[in-house]
């Protein structure tokens, strides 16, 4: 690894890590402003009065029905669909033939076996990110601690380890892998300029998300003072429902 290499990647952890610490902000309040418009919305709902809630059960009974009726057209477009895939060649799936080992968190299938990662996507992103994986699933999967002889609160770190490797490998977000090996003593490989390009990506993806989080009507309204949250939640009823009372 060149000097101007290392410091480049050096200077990128650092961005990811702010970055990466900003989405879990996010996310992690995220639960508690769904519950907190949640129970807004609800009480408004209730604070209508006797007129306004009859013309609100009227114009509700109104959508469900037009629902209904898109939601039934939109699963007869998807039946007849899988019917024309299934009748053309090679629409069935194939059977594997080889042993794989299966995450029973996600379902996800791979082996623990390196030997399987074809030489086209074995220096590719993907191929990187699944090698790193096993490396980490073979240190933290549940069903390789219980014969253990470690502690419970290592044993519990490990499994918390391989949650969040399973979420960065659904991700494909090389980042949050190589942090969790470098916690674990797993060596990756030397560190190359496609690496710090993945970092690159990972961290336009989690701005990208946080940037949707912002833009939510529960964090919108979790972030504004209670006048704001009023207004708030008349225009989550006007765009979502189609409902404004003006009577």
């Known amino acids: 690894m060149s000097k101007r290499i290392k410091l480049k990647f050096k200077k990128i952890l650092k961005k990811a890590e702010f970055v990466h610490a ?10 508690d402003a769904k519950s907190g418009f949640n129970e807004a919305f609800l009480e408004r709902l209730n604070s209508m009065s006797r007129r306004e809630r009859k013309h609100w059960k009227r114009h509700l009974n109104k959508l469900n029905n037009q629902r209904a009726k898109d939601l039934l057209r939109e699963a007869e477009k998807a039946a007849k669909e899988d019917e024309e895939a299934a009748d053309m060649p ?17 379902g996800r299938e791979f082996s ?10 074995e220096d590719g992103k993907s191929g990187v990110i699944k090698k790193l994986y096993r490396k980490i699933a073979s240190m933290t999967h549940p069903d390789k601690l219980i ?27 090389w980042y949050s892998l190589y942090s969790i090996a470098s916690e674990l003593g797993i060596t990756p490989d030397d560190i190359e300029e496609k690496h710090i390009e993945w970092i690159e990506e990972d961290i336009r993806l989690a701005m990208g998300r946080i940037s949707k989080i912002g833009q939510l009507f529960t964090w919108v309204w979790y972030v504004s003072d209670e006048e704001q949250r009023k207004q708030i939640i008349d225009q989550y009823l006007k765009q979502v429902y189609d409902w404004e009372w003006k009577y």
């Open 112 to 121: 623990l076996n390196d030997e399987e990662i074809t030489d086209d996507d």
């Open 90 to 106: 090679g629409g069935q799936a194939l059977e594997k033939s080889k042993e794989v080992f299966v995450d029973t968190a996600t």
């Open 22 to 31: 900003d989405l879990e902000y996010h996310e992690e309040l995220l639960t």
């Open 147 to 173: 014969a253990s002889s470690l502690s419970p609160g290592e044993i519990e770190r490990k499994e918390q380890a391989f949650i969040k490797a399973k979420e960065a490998y659904e991700r494909e977000n």
